[in-house]
């Protein structure tokens, strides 16, 4: 949004660039401070100093109340009267564009209201008492959530605390970060007036923690505007530099952006879609970061088309028009209307390629679609109205409550956790800087916000807060993952949880933590646990395991019994191969080897199978009466404290023997565990392998292949 386009001479709906009129009058506040200290109006009649800001509100609430815009207006400028913005303007000057700007996005008359007292309480003699008598409980709220903001002196110890002030009112009423960007914009619009150090000051405030926030709450019309005016200021050569740029694209004669819309306008009138085609020229910064990506500009790279329809389908229904009757770039589309982003955005994405080579970026919504894209939450008219029918079930988490969105409340929760304000602070910026977000789905069909490069660790905490202390893995997209694996857009994810509340998260978490939430919280136990806090990996205290384990004892005497094995070899020595340990019912084979003595092997088995390769005579083999019987299980799972005394519990408890057991050193967080068992009978076997599986942090069992113990 440029600042024609937030002070028109006649004002209206905050449109595309394309539809800014070049030119038009900048409305001039100096002659409007002037107006509201003559006192113009009288109290029947709206002053003429607020003309505009009512103009634009009607533009949106056609039918909508005036009179407490009237007098919140008279108080203003009463309460101000006598005071000037370091400009020499009246300060009056500065609620009244607050006021404007609110009201082009749409916003509803209490957030109106409460913008044009917004500096009363902090700068005059008015009270919250005398606001609350006059306006009721919602402006009064408004206006102490602003007023708690304080003017910012930017100094490097007032910020954090400021900010953190700023974000707990915003949780409460979302509106009121509203005022504040509003505010800022008006301000940045003015900032010539202040020193050049002072300017740069502001302006990195700007840009590291008010315009991440715009992003975030979807108003993009203030956000593209105080990016332009942040670069101006601190990149005041590359601005130039950009603006030249732009300034001779418009004087060129060649206008492809212009053909190809007159082309998409006959294919969807011949499709039988009513759609407005504009022109939405690209800001300052936009230009640059795609000059910084492509290097030499061409016409077309200076703007985007954008389609407006009247319903969801039809947006499809323009999609597939254009990628019929032009060549779509297949890796320029994306779906924000199917998966909504986190700060309540929706549109198709598309580029298209003419047949001569030219190549336009296509945006694709609805009229809704782009009132909220440009305006965000200010859009989305009085959001704390009763609603008019009770959320589906089965909504979307991040769009039940829009007014405050869940990143927003992972954001409050996080910031009242961090121990300082510098923390805070320094993990806000952190936080902020990561600018784009995934959807991750929940197995219940909910959605999980994360930041790009996210991991299973944050998405446990994400979802269930500290209690994700006792996370030991997790699935993804229905495959075993460890809590490091990287989470990509659309993933499904399966949090495995562990019973052990005891246990918590190691220090090597944190490399792969990228949400605050995850961070502070893993810091958090850490801190108070200052032992060595137990790692994902299984330890071995000599109280649960010795060390070092006994290896399987491969000698003669130690061979299990196998005397439920029959071979028709009359005399021969039966034993049950040790590389994968048959049990009935398993069907088996055998081989003679050296020393009359024949082994039985499941069918199948690797050493079975390569000791028919080398010629081996095969010996008819089968069970005879059920019996007592050794068998080798593979215990895989994620590392936790105390896994292995709760699994060989779960083995004792089935009355199986333990002859032999080792564990392999962890890794990437997963761990091995071989057990040699003496079963009673080899019935017992499927419920021992139920019952180990059963232990948290296992999560599969497998009979024993060892392809090595094969050799005989």
């Given at each position: 949004?440029?600042?024609?386009?937030?002070?028109?001479?006649?004002?209206?709906?905050?449109?595309?660039?394309?539809?800014?009129?070049?030119?038009?009058?900048?409305?001039?506040?100096?002659?409007?401070?002037?107006?509201?200290?003559?006192?113009?109006?009288?109290?029947d009649?709206?002053?003429d100093?607020?003309?505009?800001?009512?103009?634009?509100?009607?533009?949106?609430?056609?039918d909508?109340?005036?009179?407490?815009?009237?007098?919140?207006?008279?108080?203003?400028?009463?309460?101000?009267?006598?005071?000037?913005?370091?400009?020499?303007?009246?300060?009056?000057?500065?609620?009244?564009?607050?006021?404007?700007?609110?009201?082009?996005?749409?916003?509803?008359?209490t957030?109106?209201?409460?913008?044009?007292?917004?500096?009363t309480?902090?700068?005059?003699?008015?009270?919250?008492?005398?606001?609350?008598?006059?306006?009721?409980?919602?402006?009064?709220?408004?206006?102490?959530?602003?007023?708690?903001?304080?003017?910012?002196?930017?100094?490097?110890?007032?910020?954090?605390?400021?900010?953190?002030?700023?974000?707990?009112?915003?949780?409460?009423?979302?509106?009121?970060?509203?005022?504040k960007?509003?505010?800022?914009?008006?301000?940045?619009?003015?900032?010539?007036?202040?020193?050049?150090?002072?300017?740069?000051?502001?302006?990195?405030v700007?840009?590291?923690?008010?315009?991440?926030?715009?992003?975030?709450?979807?108003?993009?019309?203030?956000?593209?505007?105080?990016?332009?005016?942040?670069?101006?200021?601190?990149?005041?050569?590359?601005?130039?530099?950009?603006?030249?740029?732009?300034?001779?694209?418009?004087?060129?004669?060649?206008?492809?952006?212009?053909d190809?819309?007159?082309e998409?306008r006959?294919?969807?009138?011949d499709?039988?879609?009513?759609?407005?085609?504009?022109?939405?020229?690209?800001?300052?910064?936009?230009?640059?970061?795609?000059?910084?990506?492509?290097?030499?500009l061409?016409?077309?790279?200076?703007?985007?088309?954008?389609?407006?329809?009247?319903?969801?389908?039809?947006?499809?229904?323009?999609?597939?028009?254009?990628?019929?009757?032009?060549?779509?770039?297949?890796?320029?589309?994306?779906?924000?209307?199917?998966?909504?982003k986190?700060?309540?955005y929706?549109?198709?994405?598309?580029?298209?390629?003419?047949?001569?080579?030219?190549?336009?970026?296509?945006?694709?919504?609805?009229?809704?679609?782009?009132?909220?894209?440009?305006?965000?939450?200010?859009?989305?008219?009085?959001?704390?109205?009763?609603?008019?029918?009770?959320?589906?079930e089965?909504?979307?988490?991040?769009?039940?409550?829009?007014?405050?969105?869940?990143w927003?409340?992972?954001?409050?929760?996080?910031?009242?956790?961090?121990?300082?304000?510098?923390?805070f602070?320094?993990?806000?910026?952190?936080?902020?800087?990561?600018?784009?977000?995934?959807?991750?789905?929940?197995?219940?069909?909910?959605?999980?916000g994360?930041?790009?490069?996210?991991?299973?660790?944050?998405?446990a905490?994400?979802?269930?807060?500290?209690?994700?202390?006792?996370?030991?893995?997790?699935?993804?997209?229905?495959?075993?993952?460890?809590?490091?694996?990287?989470?990509?857009?659309?993933?499904?994810?399966?949090?495995?949880?562990?019973?052990?509340?005891?246990?918590?998260?190691?220090r090597?978490?944190?490399?792969?933590a990228?949400?605050?939430?995850?961070?502070?919280?893993?810091?958090?136990?850490?801190?108070?646990?200052?032992?060595?806090?137990?790692?994902?990996?299984?330890?071995?205290?000599?109280?649960?395991?010795?060390?070092?384990?006994?290896?399987?004892?491969?000698?003669?005497?130690?061979?299990?019994?196998?005397?439920?094995?029959?071979?028709?070899?009359?005399?021969?020595?039966?034993?049950?191969?040790?590389?994968?340990?048959?049990?009935?019912?398993?069907?088996?084979?055998?081989?003679?080897?050296?020393?009359?003595?024949?082994?039985?092997?499941?069918?199948?088995?690797?050493?079975?199978?390569?000791?028919?390769?080398?010629?081996?005579?095969?010996?008819?083999?089968?069970?005879?009466?059920?019996?007592?019987?050794?068998?080798?299980?593979?215990?895989?799972?994620?590392?936790?404290?105390?896994?292995?005394?709760?699994?060989?519990?779960?083995?004792?408890?089935?009355?199986?023997?333990?002859?032999?057991?080792?564990?392999?050193?962890?890794?990437?967080?997963?761990?091995?565990?071989?057990?040699?068992?003496?079963?009673?009978?080899?019935?017992?076997?499927?419920?021992?392998?139920?019952?180990?599986?059963?232990?948290?942090?296992?999560?599969?069992?497998?009979?024993?292949?060892?392809?090595?113990?094969?050799?005989?």
């Amino acid at each position: 949004m440029s600042a024609e386009a937030t002070n028109p001479a006649t004002p209206g709906p905050v449109t595309s660039g394309a539809q800014r009129r070049r030119g038009r009058a900048r409305l001039d506040l100096r002659r409007l401070g002037r107006a509201a200290l003559l006192g113009s109006g009288t109290r029947d009649r709206l002053p003429d100093a607020i003309g505009h800001v009512a103009e634009a509100h009607r533009s949106h609430y056609p039918d909508a109340d005036l009179e407490p815009l009237r007098r919140a207006y008279v108080l203003a400028e009463s309460s101000h009267r006598g005071q000037t913005r370091k400009s020499g303007e009246p300060y009056i000057t500065h609620p009244l564009a607050v006021t404007l700007i609110l009201a082009q996005l749409g916003a509803e008359i209490t957030t109106l209201t409460a913008s044009l007292l917004h500096d009363t309480v902090e700068d005059t003699d008015v009270t919250l008492d005398q606001v609350r008598e006059e306006f009721g409980e919602d402006v009064c709220y408004l206006v102490d959530g602003v007023t708690k903001l304080e003017k910012v002196d930017y100094g490097a110890a007032a910020e954090p605390e400021t900010f953190r002030k700023m974000l707990v009112a915003t949780g409460n009423d979302v509106r009121v970060m509203s005022i504040k960007l509003a505010d800022r914009l008006h301000n940045m619009r003015t900032l010539g007036v202040m020193r050049p150090e002072k300017q740069a000051r502001i302006a990195k405030v700007t840009r590291d923690v008010l315009i991440p926030l715009a992003e975030r709450l979807g108003v993009q019309a203030l956000k593209t505007e105080l990016e332009d005016l942040v670069f101006a200021i601190l990149h005041p050569e590359e601005c130039a530099q950009v603006k030249a740029m732009i300034a001779a694209n418009e004087e060129s004669a060649d206008d492809p952006l212009g053909d190809i819309a007159g082309e998409v306008r006959g294919v969807l009138r011949d499709a039988g879609i009513t759609a407005e085609v504009l022109i939405r020229p690209r800001h300052s910064v936009s230009v640059h970061r795609v000059h910084r990506k492509r290097g030499d500009l061409r016409a077309s790279d200076f703007g985007r088309l954008l389609v407006l329809v009247n319903e969801d389908a039809d947006c499809y229904g323009v999609l597939g028009e254009l990628h019929t009757c032009f060549t779509p770039v297949v890796s320029e589309f994306k779906d924000f209307i199917a998966v909504p982003k986190f700060n309540l955005y929706q549109s198709l994405h598309t580029a298209v390629t003419r047949s001569d080579g030219e190549v336009a970026e296509v945006l694709i919504r609805t009229h809704q679609m782009h009132q909220v894209a440009e305006a965000g939450v200010v859009a989305l008219r009085n959001p704390y109205a009763p609603p008019s029918e009770e959320p589906s079930e089965g909504a979307d988490d991040e769009r039940v409550d829009p007014t405050r969105p869940g990143w927003l409340s992972r954001l409050l929760d996080w910031q009242q956790a961090a121990p300082d304000p510098d923390t805070f602070w320094s993990t806000l910026r952190e936080d902020l800087a990561q600018d784009r977000e995934i959807a991750v789905f929940r197995p219940d069909g909910g959605t999980l916000g994360l930041p790009a490069g996210a991991s299973c660790v944050d998405a446990a905490y994400a979802q269930y807060g500290e209690d994700a202390h006792a996370c030991i893995g997790a699935r993804v997209n229905g495959r075993l993952a460890t809590l490091s694996t990287v989470l990509r857009d659309g993933d499904t994810v399966q949090l495995l949880m562990g019973q052990d509340l005891t246990s918590g998260p190691s220090r090597e978490w944190l490399d792969h933590a990228r949400t605050p939430a995850a961070r502070i919280a893993i810091r958090r136990w850490l801190t108070t646990h200052p032992t060595p806090a137990p790692t994902p990996s299984v330890q071995r205290p000599p109280q649960q395991v010795p060390a070092p384990m006994p290896k399987p004892d491969t000698s003669e005497a130690s061979r299990p019994a196998a005397a439920n094995a029959v071979v028709d070899r009359e005399g021969a020595s039966v034993r049950l191969a040790g590389c994968c340990t048959p049990v009935p019912p398993d069907e088996i084979t055998a081989f003679a080897v050296r020393g009359g003595v024949v082994t039985v092997h499941r069918v199948g088995c690797p050493g079975g199978e390569r000791m028919k390769e080398v010629g081996r005579a095969e010996v008819g083999v089968h069970w005879g009466d059920t019996a007592e019987c050794r068998v080798t299980l593979i215990a895989e799972s994620f590392g936790r404290a105390h896994l292995l005394a709760d699994l060989t519990e779960a083995i004792a408890l089935e009355g199986v023997a333990i002859i032999s057991a080792t564990v392999e050193p962890p890794t990437q967080q997963r761990v091995r565990h071989t057990y040699t068992l003496q079963l009673p009978d080899a019935a017992h076997l499927p419920g021992l392998m139920r019952a180990m599986r059963a232990v948290p942090g296992v999560y599969d069992v497998n009979r024993a292949q060892h392809p090595a113990a094969a050799a005989h």
